[in-house]
């Protein structure tokens, strides 16, 4: 198809935009010395063996624990709500959509504070739970809530794909199932799930990988008391002044992250090697 | 076997749990008080002293100038990357698609400081454009992937079949590829312009001076603190687009009942 | 009519989008400071009294702004780091000597905070604000008064302690405790100072950036490492609050101005800096800030309650052991290191 021709200027986007930044980042990762002057660096995997420490992968683990407790949270929650606004009726449908995004659209250290009020110990949640009776649970300053902004954060990111592939799901199926006399259960969980794994796939995915490499939220909701790796990565740019241990740690994540996709593209048998998208 | 109260109470609470901080915010941007700690009592001084403050328009101003820019910029790219991609076969494919995937497989830092060595290399004057070029980077990728499913639903045989009836590619693409699509050309761009509004890091460290965005100017704050005066804006804001797509959804209503009229 | 809308839409965008970028033959001076750091109608009397105009970015910290100096591809004008950034900047050429004879004020600047370790001629830097570190307490939360940094460590105060989340502060309070220098390149001393700041994390609240100030203010917890400036703010909203400077002697630091390398208009910059050091914009900043300003002549026109403020103007005797941050070069990674040990413990 003709057509084809007109992926190309963004290839040559890509090349000068993604790839070359790539590379560099690469060089760095691969090299030591002065991080602000090109002339002084040498090859050395020194900062992959440095990171080969517990230390080091202890902070991966701990990020990489985290992430996997809340994108289920959000896939627990989120599911459920993307069947909701499925069902109705397209008009509905729309506004509750938007009404999922514009949240996103404020600022998110600021909604991140927001939680801060809320949580503390003279926030309004605090005050409503011991109204009703539960006293004494710090719900602040800790993992606790920290998955509670990591899910705050990513829900909508977990829901949009959910929610497009629901809709797109042929209707004819579901009653086909109904007729032959399955009951509501297994419904859902013959039927409809299955057809939805790619968005479920799609939205792990958007949930997991910015979770692993989150920092302000665990930073402003956890008090700081847990390095994370987005955290260490983070630092190594904006403070120590490291961009080579920075760029090493950025490079074991990423091969990390895409370890973890490619063992989940393996639960989804549509995407036959590559019409990956979104959703 | 799941009752519709239950479904209800269900979604009220999750869009009250969305939006319980955007209440508070508007809350606290009437709190006679600097911090959070208290309620101290009504006021609207931080919408005053938002009015007087020059640079938060100047900042406002480029937030949305770079935040509609590139989301249109990247829409457009990105619908016609997607095209091309979806034509491709094979290892080709699977090399371009994870190339693509790269910035949102990064930590931003690491997208921003590899782009600021670029943009140096190149010899670049950091400013509005190199801010453009960052934000339509890290957008595309989202917009490509919004879009490649829409692509692979759609059946491949209209575009031919368009051809065979005569259409040049360009009409074919025009008037049947595209209408097809358009759900994921349109949630691509949301996407696009959600990313850019809230971007602090690529943003600092791509830009020049005299071009600053909210995010940059909020972040700023971090060591003196957040004046509440942002809390006035985030409330002004918040109303601000609320109203907007209330007035596109009404528009868009009125439009589909005078289609539905005529016929 | 909707593709007419959206070009049009598209032209104006595109113009203003122009428009913005030439500025005109007018003189333009290029301030960067950190957020919420000045007053901003001193920008508009600069502007008005000069005819140059004020192009106004911020930074969030003095690393950030060091990177985006270092890189180039920007010209700032005037930049505001702090005492260390400054001896980094020195050291590697980035900033330009400042004719003080252009300072009219400069001779009238506190002589205690003139020709410090990080600017030993003051050719570089004219000096901003400043302060202290030290211990903000609530005393209706907290039983005695608190007088040293030892006290942070008493199981007494369990889940009442805010530390700050910084790696060089936090590290200096358990130096000073251990009455080791806060500047010290020691790993022996460093690594005794995170085994203090091990053995203290179970009873810490949280390490805490500006947000300490609400959690502070609204009684929260009782105790905290503040920094002067926010304590004044603190103690104004609050009056169970007290601030003291610890007995085995803090931090002292300042913030300045300086005028980078590669400025396209230093004449501007100095212009700009002089104004700054007016004793009337000087006092119009240090009242809107609610930091010290280093200008007796500013300090003079300020509220008579932040004068003799302890907290804001401590006395020479207060200030006796305060140390000023050096650059800490290659040893910032082992900083790095140690805060990570820190902050991985369980």
New interface residues.
Partial sequence: ???????????V??G???????L??MYFAFTTGDS?NFSTFTFSIENFEKFMSP??L??LY?SVKLAFVSTLICLA?GY??AL??SKEKP?IR??MV?????????????????????L???G?LTKVLSSIGIEGISL??NDTAVLLGMV?NF??FMV?PIF?VLT?MDKNLVEAAEDLGA???EVFWKVIFPLSL?GVITGITMVF?PAV?TFVIS??LG?????LI??????????????H???TM?II??VF??ASMAVTSKFDKEKE??????? | MVNRNLKRLYTFLIFAFLYAPIIILIIYSFNDSKFRGDWSGFTLRWYAELFRDREVIRVLYYTFAIAITSSIISTVLGTVAAIGIHGMRGITKKSILNLNYLPVLNPDIVTAVALMALFRMARLQFGFITLLLAHITFSVPYVVLSILPKLKQMNVHLAEAAMDLGATPMYALRKVVIPEIMPGIITGGLLAFTLSIDDFVISFFTTGHGISNLSIYIYSMARKGINPTINALSTLMFISLVALLLIINSRSEKSKKIIQERR | MKNRILIMLAMILVISVVAAGCGGNEQTVNVYNWGDYIDPEVLDLFEEEYGIRVVYDTYATNEDLYVKMKQGGNSYDVVIPSDYMIERMIREDLLMEINMDNISMFEKIDERFLNLDYDPDNSYSVPYMWGTVGIIYNTTMVDRPLTSWADLWDEEFDGEIIMLNSQRDTLAVALKKLGYSLNTRDIGELEEARDELIDQKPIVYAYLGDEVKDVIVGGEAGIAVVWSGDAVAMMDENPDLEYVIPSEGTNLWFDAMAIPANSQNPEAAEQFIDFMTRPEIAAMNADYIGYSSPIPEAVEKLDEEIQNSPVAYPSDEMLENTEVFKDPQDIISEYDRIWTEITSAQ
């Fill in positions: 198809m003709k057509l084809n021709r007109i992926g190309y200027p963004y290839l986007w890509l000068m935009f993604i790839l070359i930044p790539l560099l980042v602000q230390l080091y202890g902070v701990r929650l459920p709500i909701i606004i008009k729309n506004v938007l009404m999922l995004v514009i949240p996103m659209w404020m600022n998110f250290l600021l909604r991140t504070y927001a939680w801060l009020t809320l503390g110990k003279n309004i602040l300053y705050y829900l909508p949009l497009s797109k009951n509501k259960a790619p990988i490499s930073g402003l008090g700081n008391k847990s390095t987005g955290n260490l990565i983070e630092q190594q740019f904006r403070y120590t002044g490291d961009w241990f920075g760029s950025s994540l990423m992250i895409l090697g590559g019409g990956g998208g979104l959703w």
